[in-house]
């Protein structure tokens, strides 16, 4: 796997808060890093980075283990 670092940092966000919450602090700032390392790993444009409507494939890793096997390749 490519992005091991990647694909471990959202299994354990999926494990501690499940999904994306907006109206939580500690949430959007776990997510925040996700989108980071994202974008280090060339998976997300730094240009999107303030744009949710964008994130799709990263809120699909979070949520189904097969998209976050092909997220992190």
Request: charged share 30%; glycine share 6%; proline share 1%.
């Given at each position: ?49 303030k ?23």
């Open positions: 796997m490519k992005h091991k670092e990647l694909y471990d940092a959202i299994t354990d966000f999926r494990i501690k808060y499940g999904s994306r919450k907006f109206n939580d602090d500690e949430n959007m700032t776990a997510y925040r890093n996700l989108v980071d390392m994202s974008i280090k790993c060339g998976i997300i444009p730094e240009c999107n980075r744009e949710y409507s964008t994130h799709g494939r990263l809120m699909a890793a979070i949520t189904y283990e097969g998209n976050r096997i092909a997220f992190c390749q």
